[in-house]
């Protein structure tokens, strides 16, 4: 490494656009506690697990089942007691997440959203592929 790195930052278009050089000092070196290193060279010689699945995700799912089955068993046996605009309220508020996080992923990649634009159901040509000539979209 020398002294003085140098980064060139750029937007990667042509023609007149604006970029810059850094001049960045070089690093301290910072020594890492002894207990850090403990735990990073405990990690580093772990052996990987042999199914290859991630316990967290276990661990949630097992969450998620135990939480449905308390709630089935508390709305059906135990007696828990819920208003009627509940599930209308979790219906509009999930429909409006997942209009809300379309539109963030179509602003992200600079593409229309994927409910916009395709007509009444949402079909597109290029994602139906008819098995017959007779068979074609109508979207």
């Known amino acids: 490494m020398t002294a003085q790195e140098r980064v060139a930052t750029s937007d990667g278009r042509d023609g007149n656009h604006l970029s810059a050089t850094i001049t960045l000092p070089p690093a301290k070196a910072v020594p890492m506690p002894p207990v850090l290193q403990a735990a990073a060279d405990k990690r580093d010689t772990r052996p990987p697990r ?83 000539p007779r068979s074609r979209s109508t979207c």
Not at 63 to 83: D, H, K, R, W
Not at 125 to 130: I, L, Q
């Open 50 to 132: 042999v199914d290859g699945r991630d316990p967290r995700y276990l661990a949630l799912r097992n969450f998620a089942i135990s939480m449905s089955i308390f709630n089935i068993l508390g709305y059906t046996i135990l007696g828990f007691e819920q208003p009627w605009a509940w599930p209308f309220f979790a219906l509009a508020i999930g429909l409006g997440l997942e209009i809300v996080i379309a539109l963030i992923a179509a602003w992200a990649s600079r593409s229309m959203p994927a409910f916009a634009g395709h007509g009444a159901w949402g079909c597109t040509r290029s994602s139906y592929r008819p098995t017959s």
